[in-house]
């Protein structure tokens, strides 16, 4: 009786232990599924006014991102925000580039209890403002600036003709145009990429009232500019995903 006792306290001991050691080392099905959400392939540009940023979803508050880096001293990465609650927890990393290049950022994700349960690299991409879009010819001539992109442009002409470039990797899939009408719908059609198109005349116009018997109000607003809105789907090879930007035309509104 008294080995059984023996081999019985034992074989407790050592239960427990393997029960500690597993506790340490399991990574929980929640753990994986905050790490998978995370993108591994993004672009940026070049220049601090040319950052990106990344959100990056945690299992729970307690959660955190440690030993930050990067490949190179050319592209700079920090963590930027952070955001906890019962439902969402997150952190945001801001990057930018020095120089164009393809760059790696590492990090890893530690739990509550400190122990590191996974480590993640994301693939960066780092050309011109870091936009999809490349070049914006109008009539002829690039809009688009080489150290900051914008979407949109000014014109007094009353046609365009319009092409658009995409950075390396990405692929025009199509395009719309849209333009107000008189009934102040949105409307869309689809554009040829490099062809004419008539640009809008009729800026937004609304109106607004309130207040009561005793002290009435009222307001209306006209936009100053109609604008010609081109909606671009684009297929992007590095980052393997498929979306939308957006580039617009303005040119002074004559109805509304």
């Known amino acids: 009786m008294v080995?059984?006792?023996k081999a019985l306290k034992r074989f407790t001991c050592v239960s427990l232990a393997m029960m500690l050691i597993l506790a340490s080392v399991v990574v929980t099905s929640?753990?994986?599924?905050?790490?998978?959400?995370?993108?591994?392939?993004?672009?940026?540009?070049?220049?601090?006014?040319?950052?990106?940023?990344?959100?990056?979803?945690?299992?729970?508050r307690y959660d955190s991102i440690r030993k930050l880096r990067s490949s190179s001293k050319n592209l700079v990465v920090g963590q930027t925000y952070r955001y906890n609650s019962n439902s969402s927890n997150s952190v945001t990393l801001s990057f930018y580039a020095k120089k164009a290049g393809n760059y790696t950022i590492k990090y890893d994700l530690h739990n509550s209890s400190g122990r590191r349960y996974a480590s993640r690299t994301i693939r960066v991409r780092a050309s011109g403002t870091g936009s999809v879009i490349n070049g914006v010819k109008v009539n002829g001539k690039n809009v688009l600036s080489k150290n900051a992109y914008s979407s949109a442009h000014y014109t007094t002409r009353k046609k365009a003709k319009v092409r658009f470039s995409l950075a390396p990797g990405c692929k025009i899939r199509r395009i719309q145009v849209a333009r107000y009408n008189r009934k102040g719908i949105n409307a869309t059609k689809n554009f040829k990429n490099g062809k004419s198109v008539t640009l809008g005349t009729y800026g937004y116009s609304g109106s607004n009232s309130g207040g009561t018997s005793c002290s009435p109000w009222n307001s209306w607003t006209r936009n100053f500019y109609a604008p010609t809105e081109f909606r671009i789907t684009y297929r992007d090879t590095f980052t393997n995903t498929t979306g939308t930007t957006y580039f617009t035309l303005y040119r002074r509104a004559t109805r509304w």
């Not at 929640?30 to 945690?58: D, F, K, Y």
């Open 30 to 60: 929640q753990e994986v599924a905050a790490v998978s959400r995370t993108t591994t392939r993004v672009r940026c540009g070049v220049g601090m006014r040319n950052s990106s940023g990344l959100s990056i979803s945690l299992w729970n």
């Open 3 to 5: 080995g059984l006792h």
